[in-house]
């Protein structure tokens, strides 16, 4: 029989993964955690089931190359330039002042100058995986905060590769400053090569590919390119992660990344968990026991630093305390590209063993610490803003009496394109209103078109007083984030137990915990997207409106069922109308072209002994004939108010709108008319 120990070591390292990470995900822990765990625990300073960890640190570099190559194919070029700012202001001054101060502390503590430097770049990179993870099952990706820290996490992966190049200068295995030119020089050639020439030569070879129709071929061409681009930077002396890293920006650009990422992934996800796993491998127990307190110390200290600067940065862009700090404590572990440039390091003796040691001690922390830290970081942000942060709530002094002045008016939470509709209907209706908003650049945007949008936290008391909760009708919270959500509707209703709060969510899952915290209606973004789908595609097939109200209201109540059990009495409009008839509905129907009511008259078109519904309106241009007598004639834009049983509103909806199919019958006749040929 054939003896393969790197399959023996593989199928040992996947089976004591699985159950590792299993627990790592019971206990709300990242991935990542799991596989370093499970490299501490078969590597050889913990049960040594792994006899040869050289062979695994292979794969493990294959893991590292398909993990800058999926980093390259989703950072395209267009969107760093779209997070401009956030990213080369924000990402440059964190990367920057976070080398500086850790550079500095590491020299006080007596190591030599390189050392230092070398120590700064690896203390400055934050872990790209762990957090988007936490923040993508948080739902907190396109918060404020979340965006902040992908913009800074973007530069960071762009720094990868210039730290890369610059761990053997440190190390001083270049000669001299003339090979770290040459060095350099034959980067810019590379880097050169592989994007000028890769966007010409490998868009046009996939989309050749692509045309044979045979996605195993298609596959193969894409990895190709990522291993062969990393081959060809390793020809010229430097990291295969700088040529993955570049191919997959070249091919992000190209009509074809999106499906390259797709094909990617699996093997990405594989190989950078038995990245994961070596260098957890790497770590010895028993050299961190013999230093328990200097590792703690070490962790402590890259937290305060890490967060500190980041606090600094973020208030830089003009973001609110709160954002800066949870941001602070977002990023506040160490990266997991950190321990390729430590490997390095090591074998080129910038690092010795007991102080590579100490460094992954630390970094391991660090990332155990992560998912706590962002656990805590909303409360936590919320009180030392109290103490801490700027004024609540910036209300221009001249427009201050104004504000204390309103009285039954809405506050609205948030001044994105929710808000910015809602803030456009409310003014053409005359009813005045407040926007409270934590993106300062947005804020003077709509101070500058005169609309009143203040910058402040619309989840604070102090905040939420200072445009007067307790005399508002409406608090309209128009936030991505759900803690948030749940905070500022807690607040508002401990504030207000009178006023109406509505808040826009992501999912369907928010409902029970808005309601149970004082939410009024809940508008889940997931459950009305999906209505809103299904409604087009029954209307492409003809289905009666009025049956797609019915299929409507029976997915509502399938998700809205505990929302409506804590309804107030008289919520819904049709519990008004119960004396009429149980089951008795209201509806607005607009009138159509070549439909029965057209021209006829209230008493001629004969409704409610035709369908059963009752006519309550004819809305016209800005005009409402309520109770309309039976002489009124039906136009062609009329809105028509009915109240019926859901059978009587379907049927009178036929007599004022054409069903899809006739739609399309009236199209094609009138066509017809006009060219007989068609």
């Known amino acids: 029989m054939h003896d ?7 199928v040992i390292l996947v ?12 206990f709300r822990l990242p991935t990542i955690v799991g596989f370093l765990l499970t490299g501490i625990a078969i590597g050889p300073n913990g049960l040594a089931l792994i006899h040869n960890p050289e062979s695994v640190s292979t794969l493990a570099e294959m893991g590292v190359v398909l993990l800058l190559f999926t980093i390259g194919l989703e950072l395209s070029l267009s969107r760093v330039i779209r997070m401009g700012r956030w990213v080369l202001q924000g ?13 500095a502390v590491t020299m006080l503590a007596g190591a030599r100058l390189n050392l230092a430097i070398f ?37 960071q992966d762009l720094c990868v590769v210039p730290m890369m190049l610059l761990v053997p200068i440190l190390a001083g295995a270049s000669e001299g400053a003339l090979q770290a030119v040459r060095t350099i020089l034959i980067s810019v050639v590379i880097v050169g090569i592989l994007v000028f020439g890769g966007r010409r030569v490998v868009p046009w070879a996939l989309e050749r590919i692509a045309a044979l129709r045979n996605r195993e071929i298609f596959t193969l061409a894409v990895v190709l390119v990522g291993v062969g681009a990393a081959w060809i930077t390793s020809l010229a002396g430097l990291s295969l992660a700088l040529g993955a890293f570049l191919a997959g920006l070249v091919l992000s650009e190209s009509d074809y990344g999106m ?19 070596s260098v957890g491998m790497l770590l010895d127990p028993a050299a961190l026991a013999e230093r328990p307190f200097l590792v703690v110390e070490v962790t402590l200290a890259v937290i305060v630093i890490k967060t500190a600067v980041v606090i600094g940065v973020v208030k830089s862009l003009k973001r609110s305390f709160r954002v800066a700090m949870i941001g602070g404590l977002g990023l506040a572990q160490v990266g997991e590209f950190s321990f390729v440039l430590a490997s390095t390091g090591l074998a080129l003796g910038l690092l010795v063993p007991w102080q590579y040691q100490l460094f992954l001690g630390a970094s391991v922390l660090t990332m155990l610490l992560t998912p706590l830290m962002v656990g805590v970081a909303e409360p936590l942000s919320e009180r030392a803003a109290r103490l801490l942060g700027p004024p609540a709530v910036m209300i221009p002094t001249q427009e201050m009496r104004t504000v204390d002045a309103l009285v039954d008016h809405v506050i609205i939470v948030g001044w994105g394109l929710t808000g910015r509709n809602l803030a456009s209907a409310l003014e053409k209706m005359g009813i005045r209103y407040v926007v409270l908003e934590t993106n300062g650049q947005a804020v003077r945007r709509a101070r500058l078109a005169r609309q009143p949008v203040f910058f402040g936290d619309g989840t604070r008391v102090e ?11 409406v608090v309209v919270f128009a936030i991505a984030s759900a803690g948030e959500e749940r905070r500022g509707t807690a607040v508002a209703r401990s504030l207000n137990p009178d006023a109406r709060i509505v808040v826009r969510t992501r999912y369907v899952r928010e409902i029970e915990e808005l309601t149970r915290l004082g939410a009024d209606e809940i508008v889940p973004e997931e459950l009305e997207t999906s209505v809103e789908i299904f409604a087009r595609v029954l209307r492409r097939y003809g289905v009666p409106n009025g049956r797609i109200r019915r299929l409507i209201e029976e997915a509502r109540a399938d998700q809205y069922e505990i929302f ?11 519990d008004a109308l119960t004396p009429l008839g149980g089951g008795v509905l209201v509806d607005t129907v607009i009138v159509e072209e070549n439909t ?4 006829e008259t209230v008493q001629s078109l004969g409704l409610r002994a035709a369908t059963g519904a009752t006519l309550v309106a004819v809305i016209r241009g800005d005009a409402a004939r309520f109770s309309p007598g039976p002489d009124e004639q039906f136009a062609v834009g009329d809105e028509v108010m009915l109240v019926g049983s859901r059978d009587a509103l379907e049927r009178a909806t036929a007599m004022f709108q054409l069903s899809p199919r006739m739609q399309d019958t009236a199209t094609f006749t009138a066509e017809m008319e006009r060219d007989p040929h068609v």
């Open 4 to 10: 393969l120990p790197l399959l023996r070591d593989l």
């Open 15 to 26: 089976a004591v993964a699985i159950p590792v990470v299993v627990l790592a995900q019971r």
């Open 91 to 103: 990402g440059a001054l964190q990367v920057g002042v976070t080398m500086l101060v850790v550079t």
């Open 119 to 155: 120590v700064g770049a690896l203390v400055a990179l934050s872990s790209t995986a762990i957090i988007l993870k936490l923040y993508t099952d948080r739902g907190e990706l396109d918060t404020t905060h979340g965006r902040v820290v992908v913009a800074v996490l973007i530069f």
């Open 259 to 277: 499906q390259a990422l797709s094909d990617v992934l699996p093997f990405r996800d594989t190989f950078s968990g038995i990245f994961f796993t």
């Open 463 to 473: 905040v939420l007083e200072k445009v007067g909760i307790h005399r508002a009708r």
């Open 564 to 574: 409506r059990a804590g309804e107030k009495p008289g919520r819904r409009l049709s």
């Open 596 to 599: 029965p009511a057209v021209g």
